[in-house]
């Protein structure tokens, strides 16, 4: 089965910008699949924060909820068979543990979508650790 596998996490202070990756340790190919990031702060459910339809099976899509819409961006790279998440103006809330994930449907879809991965979804990563400097 195809684990996901999540980097890039770091301390960081108040409004600065990261990027974060997932890709998978097998050969699985992600351009086929709709990709969701979620985090998980403490004592807290799994929340999604964006995903992004395939590219090559539909129309490349995405969606962000309005908790972080404006500031977050994920993008895929097909050659490198890796999606990212590129955060900016990060606040307090930020400093938590992202995750990748996907419900190996095609489409984002946003709530549901997320909804479905969580549900669904056996192999998480370990996810990638973000913390505050300040």
């Known amino acids: 089965q195809a684990q996901f596998v999540e980097s890039g996490g770091r301390s960081v202070q108040p409004g600065e910008s990261l990027r974060l990756s997932c890709a998978t340790h097998?050969?699985?190919?992600?351009?086929?699949?709709?990709i969701g990031w979620f985090r998980q702060a403490p004592g807290k459910e799994r929340e999604g924060v964006g995903c992004?339809?395939?590219?090559?099976?539909?129309?490349?899509?995405?969606y962000y909820p309005e908790s972080v819409k404006g500031r977050f961006t994920i993008s895929r790279d097909n050659a490198k068979n890796a999606v990212y998440l590129q955060m900016t103006s990060l606040g307090p809330e930020a400093a938590t543990v992202y995750y990748c994930g996907t419900d190996w449907g095609t489409h984002c879809s946003g709530d549901y979508f997320f909804r479905r991965t969580m549900k669904s979804f056996s192999v998480w990563g370990q996810g990638t650790q973000v913390t505050n400097s300040s």
């Open positions: 097998s050969g699985h190919n992600l351009q086929y699949a709709a």
């Open positions: 992004v339809s395939s590219d090559t099976s539909g129309d490349g899509s995405t």
